[in-house]
């Protein structure tokens, strides 16, 4: 089994701190074999990391976490950026026309972008699987929903630490059943359901300065946008 990190963030997503390198040096550190870089809207930092993780011994699986109409769709094992602002099913379909899983994260978390307040539970189970733990949680309700949905539909289930500090990656890992040690071996395992999930809560005050900072520099964007 192979434990692969599927959600983490880089100084390109507009939340996020830290560069590349920090976090395979942290993927490395915790014992990972695998990870996903999934930027908002950004898919450069993600195929950086692809490219560098064999020299931290990791299988570099190059996403992006896109902002679909309906909410945060994570599109894995593309290569090319997905844009923003397509209706959920269009942009499952962006991701399947590359190859790629259309991981939903986060799905039940409506006031983080999760999409079931806005689509349907058939909708959702259009997606290739569920992400079902999300380290970023308050009362972990929403990853209860996630996982009965899941279940109920025979959905694959992933986990994910969605970091957005290099410290918190590998708080939450899915362990996958790959037979071979790639990132084509283990996408195909995670849309087979050969995986299962655990992790932990990112504590709550890591959680609230990252959300605090995400909006301080969205904020800075866009002023120095108007200024320009």
Known sequence: MLSVELHAHSSLSYDGRDPVELILEQAE??????????DHDEIDASLEAAERAPEYGLVGIPGIEISSKAGHVLGLGVEEAIPPGLSFETTIEEIHAQGGLAVVPHPFQESRHGVMARISREQLANGDAIEVYNSRLLTGRANRQAERFAQSR?????????AHISEMVGQAVTRVDAEERSAAAILEAIEQGR??????????????????????RRIRSSVLGVIR
């Open 154 to 162: 025979n959905l694959p289930m992933t986990a994910g630490s969605d």
């Open 195 to 216: 995986t299962s999930v655990e992790g932990k809560r990112t504590p709550w005050h890591i959680s609230f300065r990252q959300f605090a900072g995400g909006v301080t």
């Open 29 to 38: 550190a915790v014992g990972l074999d695998a990870i996903a870089i999934t």
